[in-house]
């Protein structure tokens, strides 16, 4: 069942990448070569409406077209697949996989209507073309969400024109012939063929228009745990990262950053660096930092150790001249009196101020802390810049966004700029900032070679960019037992708002995610508000966004709500919506974590939260640990993410989210002194080990919604779902993250 995925770009056959031999005897298929078939193979690709110019808005609607017809039409299409006379199916994917599973599901929805065996699907992953594939951000949870209509159709209109051409060679009826597992058959007469015998003729039918799909019951492959494709490349060591590229005659380098988020090179000393061998080059170069170009100084070496010793001989003189002293202490000291300033406000409906009234019955604030990425794989990109033309291979989550960006900073066309995206080894948003590509373009640049630049993890922990920290100031007001009125301001650093000469007038309109819109139908006053702190610590997206911040804030509101109005935290959120979806949630939450046959003891909490189109809802038990503190005893997730491709990807997607959750809520922060981080490497921001994960228990929920994300929704209702569990056995509110359990 496996696919053929290959680690490489859909560069030229010739591509200085070292293309690993694909399993089961696949081999690696460049996109030249595979546009090269178009005469002899079935080529579809489909349309994204809004890349289309008006006038070709007829060749937009039909949607899946021919090469041949979007040339003529003067469109290009953002996806191809291709079957050749083999019957080999090739899926070009326009997203990156970062671990989310993109090369399983993805090929497991074409797959589905294509009818075909997984094994005959091979994977190319597409340069960063934004004329071509539009948004290729890898991020929000969107690759299935975004795509599975368009695939469905895809396939579904591949197999409709190879069934017609079996049936036209045959001369019978098209609606006599079925196709499956790569085969089209005529029940009447026994005859069969294989898609590779029928691509000549079926390359030459115009495409049906809105070609019929599958009813869901009839899904054989969607909604099936099939094997992830990656992991026997991940495992065997041949999937190929952007650490793993190689070019023939390239150099190595490290960048010595200033040890200040802002700093420029006074003057550096490259005697001693350059005695150490293997040295070649010590350059001056610049980061771009949202449009804030910060300085450095690389050391270009033969291999990235000798460069690393060439970085500890160097001497750089920063000058750091009217920098402010950033550090936690001076962030939150802003943060809390900002609160109490007037919020740029955005969303409210009613009398607030008459509802609350003066005594409201929550009157809270919560903080979360600066959290780093802390991907797997080190930052670092490979990059040949030449006069006329620049190519990057690396682990980015935006090979659309790279591109335009090395454009516009090289001055070079478009369309000599090529971005060639690798697997990557843990992304979660920072990999998404075109930063760390550019300086390596950079150095190359200057010593006019090919470079690859590598961070190490002090260079990734110390000079960001972070999750920003918040802070949320919370009044709610109860009546006969439900929510009359919300408050909410957050303030925090907007991710929006970096570049120079940025000052927020308009609100940032996330301060909502994470909390259901749902019951904000039936919550009769509330406003919302933001409150932009500016400070030179650059900051990201962070997996799930402000969802992961948003969510504990919202989630311990509510159940400090219910706690006040003395019910069920989750009967006291039933009141709060009607929807039957939701209902049916809490119906498999309760029965599947045995919320109502709790004892007496045990400490439960729970969270519901949406996030990216999908539904989460976490139970977590506690209990009193023996050496003091608390012990997470179980976790019970109901995840509701409407179509379920994949399942056992939807379960390691949760997985991974708790305990990053759980890393974020209790073992790591990014703290800051003298306008630096201060944790520098693991010793100091620890990730969660196999003995602090507990127990997980996840549940799907089957039903007949759209798709929604899988990646990140399960992230953002954990560490509610542990605080309220947490004060539900101590009677202890946790209002700031992160916390020790052992000093719970």
């Known amino acids: 069942m496996d696919a053929a995925v290959t680690a490489s770009t859909a560069a030229d056959a010739a591509s ?36 289309a110019r008006a006038q070709d808005a007829a060749a937009a609607a039909h949607g899946i077209m021919t090469p ?27 997203r990156a996989e970062m671990g989310q599973g993109a090369y399983s599901v993805v090929p497991q929805i074409l797959a589905e209507e294509l009818e075909v065996d997984l094994a005959a699907i091979a994977i190319v992953v597409a340069e960063g073309d934004p004329a071509k594939y539009g948004s290729q951000l890898t991020g929000g949870s969107s690759t299935v969400r975004g795509g599975i209509t368009q695939l469905l159709k895809t396939g579904a209109t591949a197999r409709d024109m190879l069934v017609r051409a079996a049936a036209a060679r045959w001369g019978v009826p098209a609606d006599s012939c079925k196709a499956r597992m790569g085969q089209v058959t005529h029940a009447a007469s026994g005859r069969t063929l294989g898609y590779g015998a029928l691509v000549e003729d079926a390359a030459k039918l115009t495409p049906n228009k809105d070609v019929a799909l599958k009813e869901r019951k009839d899904w054989t492959l969607i909604g ?25 005659g390239m150099l190595y380098a490290v960048v010595e950053r200033s040890p200040r988020f802002v700093g420029k090179v006074k003057s550096f000393d490259a005697s001693k660096a350059l005695l150490v061998p293997g040295v070649k080059h010590v350059v001056k170069t610049e980061r771009d930092i949202f449009g804030n170009m910060r300085e450095g100084v690389a050391v270009v070496a033969t291999s990235t150790w000798a460069a690393i010793k060439g970085r500890r001989a160097l001497i750089v003189e920063w000058d750091d001249t009217g920098i402010p002293d950033v550090s936690s202490a001076s962030l939150a000291a802003a943060l809390k ?171 940032n309109d996330n301060v909502t995610e994470g909390l259901p819109e749902t019951y904000l139908e039936t919550i009769p006053n509330y406003q ?49 919506f009607d929807s039957p979806r939701l209902h049916a949630l809490a119906d498999k939450l309760e029965a599947v974590s045995g919320w109502k046959q709790r004892k007496a003891g045990e400490g439960y909490g729970m969270s519901l939260t ?39 990807v939807i379960r390691q997607q949760v997985e991974g989210s708790i305990v990053m959750a759980l890393g974020a809520a209790t073992t790591h922060e990014v703290t800051f002194a003298k306008g630096s981080a201060v944790e520098k490497n693991f010793d100091k921001y620890p990730l969660p080990r196999l003995r602090d994960i507990p127990p997980i228990e996840v549940h799907i929920m089957d039903n007949g919604e759209a798709a929604g994300g899988a990646g990140e929704p399960a992230l953002p209702g954990f560490t509610p779902a542990l605080t309220n569990a947490i004060f539900d056995l101590t009677g202890t509110r946790v209002r700031k993250l992160p916390f020790d359990l052992k000093k719970v």
């Open 68 to 94: 041949e017809a979007a040339s003529a039409a003067g469109i290009q299409l953002n996806a191809f697949v291709s079957i050749d006379t083999a019957g080999k199916v090739t899926l070009v994917t326009h």
């Open 337 to 507: 009196s900002s609160l109490a300033g007037k919020p740029l406000g955005f969303k409210s409906k009613g009398d607030v101020a008459a509802a609350l009234g003066a005594t409201p019955a929550v009157d809270v604030t919560y903080e979360t802390p600066y959290q780093a990425h802390a991907c797997m794989e080190p930052i670092n990109c490979t990059a040949h810049v030449t006069d006329t033309s620049a190519e990057i291979w690396g682990p980015v989550q935006a090979p659309d966004w790279n591109r335009g960006h090395l454009a516009g900073a090289l001055k070079l066309p478009m369309e000599q700029v090529k971005v060639n995206m690798t697997f990557l080894g843990g992304g979660f948003g920072r990999k998404a900032f075109t930063d760390f590509p550019l300086e390596a373009a950079l150095v190359s640049k200057a010593v006019k070679a090919p470079v690859q630049v590598v961070w190490t993890r002090e260079d990734d922990l110390s000079v960001g960019p972070f999750r920003p920290g918040a802070m949320y100031h919370v009044r709610g007001a109860l009546k006969d037992g439900k929510i009359s009125a919300i408050e909410m301001t957050m303030a925090a650093q907007n991710l929006m708002a970096q570049e120079p000469g940025d000052t927020p007038k308009k609100p």
């Open 528 to 576: 919302f508000g933001d409150i932009p702190l500016q400070a030179p610590v650059p900051v990201m997206w962070w997996r799930s966004v402000y969802s992961s911040t948003n969510g504990f804030a919202y989630e311990s509101f509510l159940d400090e709500m219910a706690r006040a109005a003395k019910m069920d935290p989750i009967a006291f959120r039933r009141q709060h």
């Open 16 to 51: 200085p990448i070292d293309p690993a031999p694909a399993p089961n005897g696949a081999s690696q298929v460049s996109r030249r070569s595979f546009l090269k078939t178009g005469g002899t193979a079935l080529v579809l690709g489909f349309v994204v409406p809004r890349l």
């Open 224 to 248: 099936k745990p099939v094997p992830r494709q990656d992991t026997p490349l991940k495992v065997n060591g041949s999937a190929k990262f952007g650490i793993d590229v190689r070019l023939p």
């Open 610 to 648: 949406y996030c990216f189109s999908s539904w989460a809802a976490h139970v977590v038990k506690v209990s009193k640990a023996k050496a003091g503190g608390i012990t997470i005893d179980k976790v019970w997730t109901v995840m509701d993410c409407g179509v379920a491709v994949n399942p056992d």
